[in-house]
Nanobody, 124 residues
Framework: QVQLVESGGGLVQAGDSLSLSCAAS????????IGWFRQAPGKAREFVAG????????SYPNSAEGRFTISRDNAKNTVYLQMNNLKPEDTAVYYC?????????????????WGQGTQVTVSS
């Protein structure tokens, strides 16, 4: 299994930007499809971005398209999530997750490794 640790969360105002990082250790990082998810209180965990092992192919739901950008640096074993024009409804705990030797994944059950999460709070 790969171990994941998120960082970069915080309190920001609506319209601000924030960059999250997910550092991996353990097994070969480049063997994993990586996803970012978020979970707000009382809501289900939802997919917000994914990136393939090659670091070129990315995927987003409609809610994140154009505002969120996922990237990865396999040499640094790190995935990033750049979030722009943040809205109060983006407030949630953000998690990164890894899926071994996969090309895609949007359901939480697809992923075998998870970080502990980092809180993002957007005030209006």
């Amino acid at each position: 299994q790969v171990q994941l640790v998120e960082s970069g969360g915080g309190l920001v105002q609506a319209g601000d930007s924030l960059s999250l990082s997910c550092a991996a250790s353990g097994r070969t990082f480049s063997d994993y499809f990586i996803g970012w998810f978020r979970q707000a209180p009382g809501k289900a965990r939802e997919f917000v971005a994914g990136i393939q092992r090659n670091a070129r192919t990315t995927s987003y739901p409609n809610s994140a398209e154009g505002r969120f950008t996922i990237s990865r640096d396999n040499a640094k074993n790190t995935v990033y999530l750049q979030m722009n024009n943040l809205k109060p409804e983006d407030t949630a705990v953000y998690y990164c997750a890894a899926r071994y030797w996969a090309l895609s994944g949007t359901a939480p059950g697809d992923f075998g490794s998870w970080g502990q999460g980092t809180q993002v709070t957007v005030s209006s």
